[in-house]
T-cell receptor, first 114, second 112 residues
Framework: DTGVSQNPRHKITKRGQNVTFRCDPI?????LYWYRQTLGQGPEFLTY????????KSRLLSDRFSAERPKGSFSTLEIQRTEQGDSAMYLC????????????FGQGTRLTVV | GEDVEQSLFLSVREGDSSVINCTYT??????LYWYKQEPGAGLQLLTY?????DMKQDQRLTVLLNKKDKHLSLRIADTQTGDSAIYFC????????????FGAGTTVTVRA
């Protein structure tokens, strides 16, 4: 297992288009987190899953955003009707257990909305 | 808003020690972390410390925790050009169901 994998690494889209990102966590990791990072800021929590259950969504996650983890393995994050303000790095992380010491991050997907 | 605060910039000469500071607010913080981010990359976990510890050393890295003042620091000994990056402090607490809360990051620039 090579760690948390995110695809695509970069995405450029026109305003108003829909985009979908994928995250493959480390095998057998139960927890999966999505974060968003804008320029000059630290990552901000968006949502997280325990297996296939989505436990919490941040108020940052408007109704244009939806995340799924259908079989408790990979996860997708979809943004509908993208806006320029959605331009950011979207980071995924996973951990084996909620109390596990380490959360491992993927390389992120950089979204640019033009 | 962030409950974790960091100084934004640090410039250090190659070979000197770097000290990056962080303050946090949740007194029940269980784990405190330092992550490193290089340009265009994800986050690399450098080290962490449990809130019942005062210090942790890992090769060139030393973490100091002052629970009374809710202050965390990361010292990098013999700083190298490869240490130039953004360093994030993060806390993780059971009261927040173990989600990570990050500071805004400290940009460390190593000059020759």
């Amino acid at each position: 297992d090579t760690g948390v994998s995110q695809n695509p690494r970069h995405k450029i889209t026109k305003r108003g288009q829909n985009v979908t990102f994928r995250c493959d966590p480390i095998s057998e990791h139960n927890r999966l987190y999505w974060y968003r990072q804008t320029l000059g800021q630290g990552p901000e929590f968006l949502t997280y899953f325990q297996n296939e259950a989505q436990l919490e969504k941040s108020r940052l996650l408007s109704d244009r955003f939806s995340a799924e983890r259908p079989k408790g393995s990979f996860s997708t994050l979809e943004i509908q009707r993208t806006e320029q303000g959605d331009s950011a790095m979207y980071l995924c992380a996973s951990s084996l257990d909620p109390r596990d010491t380490e959360a491992f991050f993927g390389q992120g997907t950089r979204l640019t909305v033009v | 808003g962030e409950d974790v605060e960091q100084s934004l910039f640090l410039s250090v000469r190659e070979g000197d020690s770097s000290v990056i500071n962080c303050t946090y607010t949740d007194s029940s913080s269980t784990y405190l972390y330092w992550y490193k981010q290089e340009p265009g990359a994800g986050l690399q976990l450098l080290t962490y410390i449990f809130s019942n510890m005062d210090m942790k050393q890992d090769q060139r890295l030393t973490v100091l925790l002052n629970k009374k003042d809710k202050h965390l620091s990361l010292r990098i000994a013999d700083t190298q050009t490869g240490d130039s990056a953004i360093y994030f402090c993060a806390e993780r607490t059971p009261s927040n169901d173990y989600k990570l809360s990050f500071g805004a990051g400290t940009t460390v620039t190593v000059r020759a």
